[in-house]
């Protein structure tokens, strides 16, 4: 059973991490921070500043935080593991995890995709991986900056697996709402359907909320779904509902005229003007993206199926020639992404 003075490990301080752990420790949990080298010498030396669309802005002192790079320090004490990293980290933090973590430490995925919190299962029998799903967008503060700033850019909450008692009370606190569930799979489908958005910001290397805001971009984002819903069914898997529209109706409402699509998805558009996505940053500094997590994870279960997904599999090619490529978001044009090259 999780209480307030449950220690909780943030495994992974980027964004996401940074986020929550700081909301966290705002709260007066009892957190400590296992990250790189630069982010946790930037904690140390002015603290963590925690803002959100909602117009909160406080700071963590740097006394106040607990930050360190390394894993038997953090994880050895922690009764809660909050794993933060990217997909292609997964591995590696499992690795830590069972080398350093408690036996009976509840291991929680913060991750994007369908397939991490099962990674993590597999790489750490006997032990309790719940899935959990970040519904909402996270911006940094430019290098250099101080103190280190995680900005919470967009509207949602944070979704975790059930079955430990009082662990959604323990992370649910001011600036980080968490709720519950008993359908985490349907969950993590259902943010995949919007997550297959982050790589047409990584290729326009526009703002999300211009992005969206037009309406040639969201055809592109609207066929990748239909894509998706079309994999989905033929596989039996029903996705959750998470924009407040039924994922059904969601390459509709993104086909609509830009005017009425403004007044339909209030929500989703209820978004930070700096907000961009984890890949556009990725390009930016040139790490390798989550591509094969989500346009991957669309085409490997569409083959499966006998689905064609032509429009999923050229936006990962150009992603994958833009990491390649190494110079950051190509700033491509949507009749670029839209055009399919012939079989020959």
Not at 12 to 40: E, M, Q
Not at 50 to 57: E, P
Not at 164 to 173: C, F, I, R, Y
Not at 275 to 299: C, F, H, N, Y
Request: aromatic share 2%.
């Amino acid at each position: 059973m999780a209480s307030e003075t449950s220690a909780i490990a943030i495994a992974g301080a980027g964004s996401i991490g940074l986020y929550v752990g700081g909301c966290l420790a705002l709260a007066g949990r009892k957190v400590v921070f296992l990250g790189r080298g630069r982010v946790v010498e930037a904690m140390r030396e002015s603290g963590l500043r925690v803002s959100d669309l909602d117009g909160r802005d406080r700071r963590v002192a740097a006394q106040a935080l607990s930050a360190t790079g390394d894993p038997a320090a953090a994880l050895s004490g922690a009764e809660i593991v909050l794993v933060t990293v990217k997909s292609g980290a997964t591995a590696e933090m499992a690795g830590l995890i069972a080398a350093h973590a408690r036996p009976d430490a509840v291991v929680v995925s913060l991750q994007n995709g369908v397939d991490n919190a099962d990674r993590l299962r597999a790489a750490l029998p006997g032990r309790r991986v719940l899935t959990g799903m970040v519904m909402f967008n996270v911006v940094l503060s430019p290098d250099g900056e101080a103190p280190l700033r995680a900005h919470r850019a967009s509207q949602g909450e944070v979704m975790i697996g059930d079955g430990v008692d009082g662990l959604a009370g323990l992370l649910d606190v001011d600036g980080l709402a968490v709720e519950a569930r008993a359908d985490m799979k349907a969950v993590q489908w259902g943010k995949l359907l919007m997550n297959l958005n982050n790589a047409l910001v990584a290729l326009s290397d526009l703002p999300l909320a211009r992005q969206l805001a037009d309406r040639s971009w969201r055809a592109i984002l609207a066929a990748q779904i239909d894509e998706a819903l079309a994999a989905m069914r033929a596989a039996g898997i029903a996705p959750a509902r998470i924009t407040g529209l039924p994922p059904s109706l969601l390459p509709k409402v993104l086909r609509l005229p830009d005017w009425l699509f403004g007044l339909l998805a209030r929500r989703m558009l209820a978004i930070d003007p700096r907000a961009r996505s984890s890949m556009w940053d990725d390009l930016k500094r040139s790490r390798p993206t989550e591509i094969g997590e989500l346009q991957g994870a669309v085409i490997r279960l569409a083959k499966q199926r006998g689905i064609p997904t032509p429009v999923n599999e050229r936006v990962a090619a150009l992603v994958r020639q833009a990491e390649a490529e190494k110079r950051g978001p190509p700033g491509l044009t949507p009749e670029k992404v839209r055009a399919i090259p012939e079989k020959v």
